[in-house]
């Protein structure tokens, strides 16, 4: 049962360097979310998906796009990473959007 | 829009000691409510889930929640707390197109 799976589980970045966390789930889940989680602050929600084709902006977008590439997968880049986008990243799916959702393992980001 | 407020971001007991961590939520018509709970460098895992129908839910690892609409709240409890019971719990509530989580609250549990 992999559930949502996301690459990579590290990754250290210097200030403005690129890069594309992945995010694939094999449970069919119409909605997808990338959220970020930092110290005291709970889970923010950056980007969601509704649906194949369709992304929307959460609390924190700035500084991050996504892509919906199909059904399974949902993508967050970070164009110019910043040291402020320090964060544990966590990536979400769930049949519709204000149901329960799954969660990945999350992929810790350190910028430099 | 909705919000969700969990009171006391550490919260320390005994092992077989009662634990109570505490959600309210803001809400002008009945939500889904949830429970996750983080164990360390993990992902989220969902514990319990209110919807309708009844209103005291019972969860995974014994822990249960009661939703009070009177109270806006949705408390999550556990008669008799387990070493293994020490993570971070988070209440969630939803919107109309999205969860939108609370800061989190700390369990220690010590012997």
């Known amino acids: 049962n992999a559930g949502v799976t996301q690459t990579p589980k590290f990754q250290v970045l210097k200030t403005g360097q690129s890069m594309t966390l992945q995010c694939a789930q094999d449970m069919n889940h119409n909605s997808m979310y990338w959220y970020r989680q930092d110290p005291g602050m709970g889970l923010r929600l950056i980007y969601y998906s509704a649906s194949e084709g369709t992304t929307d902006k959460g609390e924190v977008p700035n500084g991050y796009n996504v892509s919906r590439l199909n059904k399974r997968e949902f993508s967050l880049r970070l164009e110019s990473a910043a040291p402020s986008q320090t964060s544990v990243y966590f990536c979400?799916?769930?049949?519709?959007?204000?149901?329960?959702?799954?969660f990945g393992q999350g992929t810790r980001l350190t910028v430099v | 829009a909705q919000s969700v407020t969990q009171l006391g971001s550490h919260v320390s007991v005994s092992e077989g000691a009662l634990v109570l961590l505490r959600c309210n939520y803001s809400s002008s018509v009945p939500p889904y409510l949830f429970w996750y709970v983080q164990y360390p460098n993990q992902g989220l895992q969902l514990l319990l889930k209110y919807t309708t129908g009844a209103t005291l839910v019972k969860g995974i690892n014994g822990f249960e929640a009661e939703f009070k609409k009177s109270e806006t709240s949705f408390h999550l409890t556990k008669p008799s707390a387990h070493m293994s019971d020490a993570a971070e719990y988070f209440c969630a509530v939803s919107d109309t197109d999205k969860l939108i989580f609370g800061t989190g609250t700390r369990l220690q549990v010590f012997p």
């Open positions: 979400a799916s769930g049949t519709s959007l204000n149901t329960e959702a799954f």
